[in-house]
């Protein structure tokens, strides 16, 4: 299937309301025109790694030199990486929208508040992050976690990377799910809908009577959980998007 097939279809529908409480929730696709590998490319590997070797609890206990420099060059790939039109795009309607408004990321790079997005939640965690392994104290971390790197709480080299790893508990869901409950806008931007409880946000939302919005490069697994779609690249359909939200106000 190619993004241009009729199941592809873009669906256009005037929004029932005009929203005052957006939830927005993002995915890979959006830092990808950043040059930030998704997860799920065609050959299945990430970085060159099968996600369960690299993002597991157990991976880690197996091996935690390979997963420290795998999330070590991740984090150092920021640097040469900056947000995009679809980035810069949330944060600019952020800014002039008149009601409430949250991001929801599930990606742990810094491209959405390096493009000014002010109420953001990385649901998976934080690249520029390290936690104790220990006390679960969460510090600033910009360079590599080394084995001789240890927490500023108990002096031990017991930090690990801030991810939110498969089989562990994703972050803020009781704020997100009051959001969620609470929201008349639904936007899920860039994201496959192959990793719960993100991809079940949609139904959440829906349930509470908002409308659902799928903007991604090709339809998700879960598209016919959303009443509208947009489909191409994020950066080429989302300024527009939330400029005509904008202009409906
Ligand atoms: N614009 C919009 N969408 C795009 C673009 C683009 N330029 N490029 C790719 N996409 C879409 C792909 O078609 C795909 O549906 O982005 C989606 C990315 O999907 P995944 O790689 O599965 O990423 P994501 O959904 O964020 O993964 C969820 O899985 O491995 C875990 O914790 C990790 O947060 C991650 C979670």
């Given at each position: ?55 597991t ?14 999330y ?12 995009n ?12 929208f ?120 090709e ?14 690249k ?16």
């Amino acid at each position: 299937m190619t993004a241009h097939s009729s199941e592809h279809a873009t669906t256009h529908r005037t929004h029932p309301h005009l929203p005052r409480r957006i939830v927005v929730l993002t995915g890979a696709g959006i830092s990808a025109e950043s040059g930030v590998r998704t997860f799920r490319d065609s050959d299945g590997l990430w970085e060159n790694h099968r996600i369960e070797d690299v993002a597991t609890p157990e991976a880690f206990e197996r091996d935690a030199t390979l997963v420290q420099n795998f999330y070590n060059a991740r984090r150092a790939q920021l640097n040469d990486v900056h947000p995009n039109p679809a980035h810069r795009a949330l944060a600019s309607f952020e800014q002039q929208f008149p009601g409430e408004f949250l991001l929801v990321t599930q990606n742990v790079d810094d491209l959405h508040e390096r493009a000014g997005s002010q109420h953001l939640l990385h649901m998976h965690g934080e690249l520029k992050s390290a936690r104790c392994s220990r006390t679960h104290n969460v510090y600033q971390q910009h360079t590599d976690i080394t084995p001789d790197s240890r927490c500023p709480c108990c002096n031990t080299p017991t930090l690990r990377p801030h991810i939110v790893w498969f089989g562990e508990m994703p972050l803020f869901m009781d704020d997100i799910v009051q959001a969620l409950e609470q929201c008349d806008l639904f936007l899920s931007i860039g994201t496959s809908g192959h990793v719960y409880p993100a991809a079940g946000f949609v139904e959440i939302a829906s349930q509470a009577g908002a409308h659902t919005v799928e903007i991604n490069l090709e339809p998700s697994r879960i598209k016919d959980n959303f009443a509208e779609h947009r489909y191409g690249k994020a950066g080429d359909v989302l300024p527009g998007y939330l400029q005509s939200l904008l202009d409906a106000q």
